[in-house]
């Protein structure tokens, strides 16, 4: 009798015990309290935690007010600030940006904040004219040579140079080389005609040649396929396989053990 008292004891015991420590995080918990929220702040969007307000940007647990100056504005975040047109930004100020002769103010180019005009160059803090070679004209860059060749030309050390287009050729899409009409092919500055042989047929390229289905390429001719027995022409009409249940071996179909 004892020793049933004494073991119903021991199971107490170890229920009160399981109890407090299961009671025990539920307690700590509801004892945390989550920071307020301070003044010129909302809370998130995650549902936990807190952003400042636009116009304010975080410092520690606090909203302070972000000090925009004259000729600035508040940038997309809310939390920073950029420069009007024609500034820059010179620690906490906007500094107009001196535009010099033959440019105009270009913040999205930042420093210097500005870039020349149509037909000029910058050089160190100016903008000098280019000067444009025969068949050139100016194109709206602030850096290399500030110009391009006309249709039918190509940039060369001394200005822009003719593009020869050869017989049986024309111009590329750019204007500056040439390209062989379909049927020829280049060889040096020449276009030669792309000899085809019997049974063979001018490719997508026009410069090159494909043989026939049922034959096959073979230097400068077009070969017809001979066929073993059991085989059939492959997928390519060039070639051939064997069907099925045999194997190559050489030119021959075997059986596939």
Known sequence: MNG???LRRTWVHWLCLAGALMTAPVLS???TK???IPSNAQANV???????SRGFRRTGETCVPVEVPVHGYLDSSGEDWDCDRGYLKAARACAAIEVPANAHADNSSFDPGWRCDRGFRQTGDHC???VLPAHAFAVDTNHGRGWECERGYRAATDGCVVVKVPSNGYLNDFGDGW???RGFKKRD???VTVAVPTNGFLDDSGDDWECDRGFQRQVANCVALVLPPN???DFSGNNWSCLNGFKKSGSSCVIDD
């Open 4 to 6: 049933d008292a004494g």
């Open 29 to 31: 918990s509801s004892e």
């Open 34 to 36: 989550p920071n307020p």
């Open 46 to 52: 995650y549902g936990y935690g807190w952003d400042c």
């Open 128 to 130: 000098e004219r280019i």
């Open 179 to 181: 390209k062989c009409e």
């Open 189 to 191: 500055e020449t276009c």
């Open 231 to 233: 085989a059939h022409l």
